[in-house]
T-cell receptor, first 109, second 117 residues
Framework: GQNIDQPTEMTATEGAIVQINCTYQTSGFNGLFWYQQHAGEAPTFLSYNVLDGLEEKGRFSSFLSRSKGYSYLLLKELQMKDSASYLCAVTDSNYQLIWGAGTKLIIKP | GAVVSQHPSWVICKSGTSVKIECRSLDFQATTMFWYRQFPKQSLMLMATSNEGSKATYEQGVEKDKFLINHASLTLSTLTVTSAHPEDSSFYIC?????????????FGPGTRLTVL
């Protein structure tokens, strides 16, 4: 079956760095997305990786290793507003988006 | 660009009534739209894939006669929750895929919070 794993919850301190991991097992691979979702709101797009390596976008970076079925989202200089759920999603061979359960990130002052 | 709107943003209805939710892609054409449901503190659950001009594809366990989907144009898909019951209370989110982009990013609407009394 298809499976995406990410930690349920993480806690970090304001100003620090946090890495949220995601491992996947899917039938085919056509890209991996990271979305941010604040409570009661719809997800918003953060990043997209289809090739191995690191994609940097401001305070957020996303890494992909296709051979390992692994990605991480790196958040630097954490701010209180970064408290949210972070969703990892993989596009399979049928271009269906397979969602992880999300990682709830709690930022403490 | 790539804005998706949803209407209404919230709705309260009596048990047994039907509720229609609209999802529109405002600045792009979307041959494929998706309907999700999310219960509190849970992840997104794909309900169905809506294809313009054809029948929707429902995920296992989702009743197609209860959740009617119509995708009559390239910018509009509707979800009708028929004979709603309190257990249908949830956050319903639509998304649309922009065919004109290199990758298959889904753009999400702001969601509709349905409360059935």
């Amino acid at each position: 079956g298809q499976n995406i794993d990410q930690p349920t919850e993480m806690t970090a301190t304001e100003g620090a760095i946090v890495q949220i991991n995601c491992t996947y097992q899917t039938s085919g691979f056509n890209g991996l997305f990271w979305y941010q979702q604040h409570a009661g709101e719809a997800p918003t797009f953060l990043s997209y990786n289809v090739l191995d390596g690191l994609e940097e976008k401001g305070r957020f970076s996303s890494f992909l290793s296709r051979s390992k079925g692994y990605s991480y989202l790196l958040l630097k200089e954490l701010q209180m507003k970064d408290s949210a759920s972070y969703l990892c999603a993989v596009t399979d061979s049928n271009y269906q988006l397979i969602w992880g359960a999300g990682t709830k990130l709690i930022i403490k002052p | 660009g790539a804005v998706v709107s949803q209407h209404p943003s919230w709705v309260i209805c009596k048990s047994g009534t039907s509720v229609k939710i609209e999802c529109r892609s405002l600045d792009f054409q979307a041959t494929t739209m998706f309907w999700y449901r999310q219960f509190p503190k849970q992840s997104l659950m794909l309900m169905a894939t809506s294809n313009e001009g054809s029948k929707a594809t429902y995920e296992q366990g989702v009743e197609k006669d209860k959740f009617l989907i119509n995708h009559a144009s390239l910018t509009l898909s509707t979800l009708t929750v028929t004979s709603a019951h309190p257990e249908d209370s949830s956050f319903y989110i639509c998304s649309a895929r922009d065919q004109g982009r290199d990758h298959n990013e889904q753009f999400f609407g702001p969601g509709t919070r349905l409360t059935v009394l």
